[in-house]
């Protein structure tokens, strides 16, 4: 057994830590700051806006009354389809503050995306910011069975309201609903790369449980800190890096509402100065990629501790952002299930290419195909358990059995546990390839490719060889001023050869400009197990 506990002890529970039963986290993030005299304090900086803990109490209870006065009851749910903006925030908390529930939408989807999620949810409202307007728009409204309510933040529509003018008619005091820890606070749906995606329905005290376990236990974040996360509000993830970690401990968030491209990211950093820095390992890749065409390197001096997730971070990475930046980055590992990162490297103590031990009151255990614990060393499936683990898949109930029993949850990942207690990811459950009956992690593959100055990203996957049996084949995106040859196709199967074991290598190597990639920045595997099938293999 892995577990982030003393031996023998159990995941800790929201009442371990200290969480009351009756609980509304919108009061653990906002109010209470105000109350303890934190009030005046800069919780939000965006653009050339600042906002206090005190207007986001007052603004938030503005949005609550709105909603209220929409008709919006507890424990309906309310979409919020909205960019990285001080009012992600006060629809969130305020929504959560009257026992409504909001469910943050991923806001690069298309139409028939959220035609589904707004139907399967049945939210009645929808909190939208006004350049994603368009994307509700191309829905007949016809079609959305329970959505009554349209609310711009910008320049409504016909058939919709303004956010602003909506806050500015509502009553600043406001009543928070005494809600119980376990209650439903919000959804998230999941980011799976096929099939509709699940609702993962979180209750009021699994923010609280991530703050205390991870921002707090692992990263030691304080009011002092400021963040700044690449990865969006709208998935698990980002909405802890940038929301509910900072407002945890009355700390300072900067929100971005553009792209994450390189260029603005350097410029956030250099503006605003953050101390914790959250992003993944493809965003990473980009930052390394990019340089200035004159003057010094960009100035991350400020930047006490960098955090990756999302994917497994290949030493590669790792090695070079700390030789360029002098910065660490501490892999983890999280999920929309669980809401955000339970096992993570340490700082000062982080193994490149490992994602770390367990976070202290989370329990990780790694199962066989029959359900039996592998030795130490040994591959197996990972099994969680914590008390952040949404209650369960909304209207999914096969789903959540299948993933969900007695307190564990599958997480799809494999991994191996070595001596001193690190993981170490092997990719996900269907990822894994059999090659000559033995297992190849593909992220080992990877993570050698990407040690070749000449790779910028890469992806392995299975491919049926002439007699039908899987081998790696590799597919590259290769770093700035690399041109593709059969040369340097043979060149990289060579160095993976001099790395890893030779039945590991790619058998094949193609080069593509881009990899497929989920809205959150994962590869899309299955897209490339399709191409691979009916590839024809810059090299063999």
């Known amino acids: 057994m892995v577990t982030g506990v003393e031996a023998g002890q159990r995941p800790l529970a929201a009442a371990d830590l200290g969480i009351p039963e009756t609980f509304n986290v919108a009061e653990y993030l906002v109010d209470r700051h105000v109350e303890e005299g934190r009030g005046d304090?800069?919780?939000?900086l965006c653009g050339d806006e600042v906002v206090t803990y005190e207007q986001v109490r007052e603004r938030s209870n503005r949005c609550g009354n709105a909603l209220?006065?929409?008709?919006?009851e507890r424990e309906q749910r309310v979409a919020l389809l909205l960019l990285d903006t001080p009012a992600f925030a006060y629809s969130f908390i305020g929504a959560m503050k009257i026992g409504a529930v909001p469910i943050p939408l991923n806001t690069l989807l298309k139409p028939a995306d959220y035609g589904y999620m707004l139907n399967d949810s049945r939210a009645v409202a929808a909190v939208v910011s006004e350049p994603l307007l368009p994307l509700l728009q191309a829905l007949p409204r016809d079609t959305l069975r329970y959505l009554r309510e349209v609310v711009v933040v910008g320049t409504p529509a016909?058939?919709?309201r303004s956010f602003d003018a909506l806050l500015a008619e509502a009553s600043p005091d406001l009543e928070v609903e005494p809600t119980s820890a376990d209650d439903v606070a919000f959804w998230l749906y999941s980011s799976g790369t096929t099939g509709f995606p699940k609702g993962a329905v979180h209750l009021h005290h699994d923010i609280a449980v991530t703050a205390k376990l991870y921002a707090q236990g692992v990263l030691g974040i304080t009011e002092e800190d400021r963040t700044f996360s690449v990865a969006k509000l709208f998935f698990a993830y980002g909405l802890g890096n940038a929301l509910t970690f900072p407002f945890a401990v009355g700390a300072t968030t900067v929100l971005f509402p553009g792209p994450p491209a390189a260029e603005n990211v350097y410029a956030q950093i250099e503006r605003y100065r953050p101390t914790l820095f959250f992003s993944v390992p493809t965003n990473y890749g980009m930052l390394l990629a990019h340089r200035r065409t004159d003057g010094p390197d960009f100035d991350l001096s400020s930047v006490r501790q960098a955090v990756s997730a999302g994917e497994a971070l290949p030493k590669a990475l790792y090695e070079r952002f700390r030789g360029r930046f002098g910065v660490e980055i501490l892999d983890g590992?999280?999920?929309?299930?669980?809401?955000h990162i339970f096992i993570s490297n340490r700082r000062g103590q982080a193994r490149p290419g490992s994602t770390g031990q367990v976070v202290p009151g989370y329990g990780a255990k790694l199962l066989d195909e029959s359900g039996a614990e592998v030795p130490v060393g040994e591959t197996g499936d990972l099994w969680v358990a914590g008390d952040s683990t949404c209650a369960y898949y909304w209207n999914k109930h096969e789903q959540t059995k299948a993933t969900i029993a007695g307190g564990w949850i599958r997480t799809g990942d494999k991994y191996r546990l070595d001596?001193?207690?690190?993981?170490w990811y092997a990719g996900r459950s269907d990822d894994m390839l059999k090659v000559g009956g033995i297992w190849v992690s593909p992220v080992e593959v990877e993570g050698a490719l990407m040690e070749h100055p000449a790779v910028l990203e890469a992806a392995v996957v299975g491919r049926p060889d002439h007699d039908g049996l899987t081998k790696p084949i590799a597919?590259?995106?290769?770093a700035p001023n690399q041109e593709p040859s059969q040369a340097l196709a043979r060149d990289l199967q060579g160095f993976v050869r001099g790395h890893i074991a030779e039945y590991k290598r790619p058998r094949w190597i193609e080069f593509l400009p881009e990899l497929p990639k989920t809205a959150t920045g994962k590869t899309q595997r299955y897209k490339l197990r399709l191409q691979a099938a009916g590839a024809e293999p810059a090299s063999s």
């Open 41 to 44: 304090r800069a919780a939000i």
């Open 68 to 72: 209220r006065a929409l008709r919006v």
């Open 158 to 160: 016909e058939g919709s």
């Open 333 to 339: 590992i999280g999920s929309t299930e669980v809401l």
């Open 419 to 423: 001596e001193d207690g690190y993981l």
């Open 475 to 478: 597919y590259v995106v290769l």
